[in-house]
């Protein structure tokens, strides 16, 4: 055996072809202990099971072992930290299927249908069915068809292959509205599972989207305790689905949530809230609020004094903004209010032009804030800000972000090698098990088994 064979079948990062494993069970030592005189399977077995055929299983499989490491206390379910990734699909990346895109054009020829269907003496408001109905009213009994080069269409004809090529046009277009759902922009038409998203590594180099799939990890005492595949691209999107499937899978919930900004939205604060769990989700100006820069925008409301004795706040000019009127609305079954404060009068203030732009000299700033957010984030800010939020914040850029860095850096697993959520589930669960096996071997070697949080650095 040469060393470009023993390189690509056991170096770390790891083996993905089948026919490569295929060779590494016949030569490489590892393997043929595995088998333990075993007949040694073909590529095309391994193809087999890596499809989605066996993704229940291989799942059930992933959350048995994970339920083991509970009863070992190897984990525990006071914490768990939640990240994602975009990891890039089979798919062709130049196969777009954007949603706007397919609003436009069938608004566009249903345009056209309304005037070839009144031509044709359609009656009543167009629908697809009239459209096909219509379609084939225009063949006469025993029609045949004519094609070719010196042969003439008949009337009735030309009339259908108009009709028929509209309605098909029209069931293709909303096809790809079904398929691409309410909860993305796109899709490929090689993956239709798999949405356009920017990948990071691509980001500075040409800012190619490519399809991909939103990969969910969550992680409790350096182990994989949790994943998922979501064609949503944003990491809010996918939280609430996410623990309410680990919950299923695990029969427990985990008591406070560890995530990083891009999962602050109200509808996840309301839904931790529910549940009774802590949420320890940076909010998105987390960062922002601790620069200078921040700070010397006085128009926003979190630089604003709040009044003692009214409700309202006091701006940088003098000027008080007082509570004027309140809206609510209700969304995935979450009720959300949002407060307005108008200023009593702007006219004259030296500060008006930087505040707010209105060339109306007459309109005064009026600023609103989500009652439920603001409140929520300042328990997070509190939560964050506490001795144990410094400690959960620490080990969480170590633990979650730790476990993608193995798996896509030193696994180099950068790409699905399957097409489909249900295939690419499969590979995904295989992947972790494999990590929290490795993960559990290696804690027993350094002797650190039943470790959970790396404690903080003492100055």
Known sequence: MNQLQQKQYTGKGGIYSTRKLELACRKNIDFIWLLQGEKVPDYSSFARFRSGKAKEAVEELFYQFVQRLAKLEETE?????????????????????????????LAKLKEKAKVVFNECGGKGNLTRKKLRELADKQLPPNAEFVH??????????????KLDSLWTKWTDYEDKLFTIGNNRRSMSKTDKDATFM??????????????AYNVQLAVNSEYITGVAAFSNRTD?????????????????????????????????????EQHGQNCYIKPISYEK???????????????????????????????????????????????????YYRCE???????????????DETKSKEIRMCVES??????????????????????????????????????????????????????????????????????????????????????
């Open 345 to 359: 009068d702007c006219s004259g203030c030296e500060l008006r032009s930087k505040c707010f732009k209105s060339s």
């Open 148 to 161: 070719g080069i010196e042969k003439r269409k008949s009337e009735w004809q030309k009339r259908y292959e």
């Open 289 to 339: 609020q601790k620069t200078k820069k921040f700070k010397s925008q006085f128009w926003r409301v979190e630089n604003m004094e709040p009044l003692e004795h009214e409700d309202g706040f006091l701006c940088a000019g003098g000027r008080k903004l007082l509570f004027a009127r309140s809206s609510s609305k209700k969304e995935n079954g979450f009720v959300t209010t949002t407060d």
């Open 374 to 459: 603001s409140e929520h984030r300042k328990t997070a800010f509190e939560n964050l800000f506490s001795e144990r939020g410094a400690l959960l914040r620490m080990n969480r850029s170590i633990q979650v972000e730790g476990a993608f860095g193995v798996l896509k850096s030193n696994r180099k697993f950068k790409r699905f090698l399957m097409r489909g959520k249900t295939n690419i589930s499969t590979e995904l669960f295989l992947l972790c098990l494999a990590f929290d096996l490795q993960k559990f071997f290696s804690k027993l070697q350094r002797r650190k088994r039943n470790s959970h949080l790396f404690p903080l650095k003492k100055e």
């Open 77 to 105: 379910y006071e914490e768990v930290f939640i990240d994602g990734t975009k990891i890039e699909s089979m798919a062709n990346r130049y196969t777009f299927v954007w949603k706007t895109g397919v609003e436009k054009n």
């Open 198 to 211: 920017r990948m990071k590594e691509d980001h500075m180099k040409n800012g190619q989207l490519k399809p």
């Open 236 to 272: 809010s999107g996918t939280l609430i689905p996410f623990l309410n499937h680990i919950q299923q899978m695990q029969g427990r919930s985990y008591r406070d949530i560890v995530a990083d900004a891009g999962y602050e939205s109200v509808r996840n604060y309301l839904y931790l």
